[in-house]
C-alpha cells in the first residue's frame, strides 16, 4: 500500500542516509516513477525531503529530522515483543538491556500498536527447555559471547562424547545459537560446533581472526540441523502397528485385514530403537531388521518370568 511504502521511504532515509530514486526503487521492489511520486507526496506533506542533482545526488533527511513513525503494522509489533527472549538475554548479560530497550520502542509506539504490544507480552511467554532439562551451568558463555563479537581467538579444553574426551582445542568464533535451552558455538576453521556447556577451561587471546564476510549463521544452522537428521537416522525397522497407532517419520506400506499398519521406520541404533518401541507395549510388532527383533523378544521374555511370579518381593 501507499502509506505503507512513504513510511518505508522515510525509514530508509532515516537510516540509511542519502539515498538515489534507483536505490529507493531497488529496496521498494517499485518502478523509479513511483519513487518520484511517493518523494513528491511526502514533500507536499510537510517531510523536510531534498533531493541532490549529480552524481553523488540522492534524496536525504533534513539534517537533524527524525521521524516518529515506525511502520510497524498490529502484527508486526505483536511479533517484535513475542520474539523478546528474556532467558537467552539474561544469559547474555543482555537482560535489563533487552527489558530497557523494549521499554523504548513501546513508548514510540502509537497507542493502539502499544496496546497490541502489551497484549502479546501479557498472553504469550516463550520457555524453551523442556520439563525434565535440569538448568545447565554455561560459566563461560559470555566470554565465548564476547569473543563473537570482537572476533578474538579462544583457546578451550573440550569434553566431547569420544575418546580421548577431554581435547584442546582453538576456535574461531563466528556465532552463538540457543537450541532448545542449549547453547552452542559455531566456530571455524570448518566451521564446526561446540556445546558450550562442554567447555572446561577457556582462555581468551588477543589474536583476532577474520570471520567469512558470506558466512550465514542462520542459514549455515539449518543446514546442519538437516544434515544431522539426516546422518541420525541411518537405520530402518520393517514394524507393524496397532490401529490408531502413529510413528514420526513412519512411511506406511499397507494396512492389513485386521486394521494393523505394516510401517517402515527411520531408527538411529538398535539400542535407541529397542527403548523407544518397548514404549508402545503390545500396540508394536518388530519384524525387521532381525538383530532388533530378537533383542525385544529377549527383554519381553525377561519382563514375563519376572512378573509371572505374582508373589510380591516385599512378601513373607
Not at 525509514?11 to 542516509?17: D, E, I, K
Not at 533487552?98 to 500498536?113: D, G, H
Not at 570448518?190 to 581468551?204: A, M, W, Y
Amino acid at each position: 500500500m501507499k502509506s505503507g511504502r512513504l513510511v518505508s521511504i522515510l525509514l530508509l532515509l532515516q537510516t540509511r542516509g542519502r539515498m538515489t530514486a534507483a536505490q529507493l526503487a531497488e529496496e521498494l521492489e517499485v518502478s523509479v516513477r513511483t519513487v518520484y511520486r511517493d518523494v513528491e507526496a511526502l514533500s507536499a506533506a510537510g517531510v523536510p525531503l531534498y533531493g541532490d542533482a549529480g552524481h553523488a545526488g540522492g534524496y536525504r533527511l533534513l539534517d537533524g529530522y527524525r521521524t516518529r513513525l515506525t511502520g510497524l503494522t498490529p502484527e508486526e509489533a505483536e511479533a517484535l515483543f513475542l520474539a523478546g527472549a528474556p532467558g537467552p538475554a539474561a544469559e547474555l548479560g543482555l537482560g535489563s538491556v533487552l527489558a530497557a530497550a523494549q521499554l523504548k520502542v513501546r513508548a514510540a509506539l502509537p497507542e493502539e500498536l502499544r496496546a497490541h504490544a502489551d497484549r502479546i507480552s501479557g498472553r504469550f511467554h516463550l520457555d524453551a527447555p523442556g520439563w525434565y532439562a535440569e538448568a545447565e551451568q554455561v560459566p563461560f558463555l559470555p566470554a565465548v559471547a564476547e569473543a563473537v563479537w570482537s572476533s578474538r581467538v579462544l583457546h578451550v579444553r573440550y569434553r566431547r562424547w569420544a575418546e580421548p574426551t577431554d581435547v584442546e582445542r582453538r576456535l574461531e568464533p563466528y556465532g552463538l545459537v540457543s537450541k532448545a535451552g542449549r547453547w552452542y558455538v559455531v566456530a571455524g576453521p570448518g566451521p564446526r560446533t561446540f556445546r558450550v556447556d562442554q567447555i572446561l577451561e577457556l582462555n581468551s587471546s588477543e589474536e583476532e581472526f577474520a570471520r567469512p564476510v558470506d558466512f550465514d549463521l542462520a542459514a549455515w544452522w539449518t543446514a546442519y540441523q538437516r544434515d544431522f537428521h539426516d546422518r541420525l537416522y541411518r537405520g530402518e525397522a520393517l514394524v507393524r502397528l496397532a490401529p490408531g497407532v502413529r510413528l514420526p517419520r513412519a512411511t506406511k506400506v499397507r494396512t492389513d485385514h485386521d486394521g494393523w499398519t505394516l510401517a517402515r521406520v527411520p531408527v538411529e541404533s538398535v539400542e535407541h530403537a529397542h527403548g523407544a518401541f518397548l514404549r508402545l507395549g503390545t500396540d508394536i510388532e518388530v519384524l525387521e531388521p532381525s538383530e532388533l527383533r530378537e533383542r525385544m523378544a529377549r527383554t519381553i521374555a525377561e519382563l514375563a518370568e519376572r512378573y509371572g511370579n505374582s508373589a510380591s518381593p516385599c512378601g513373607d
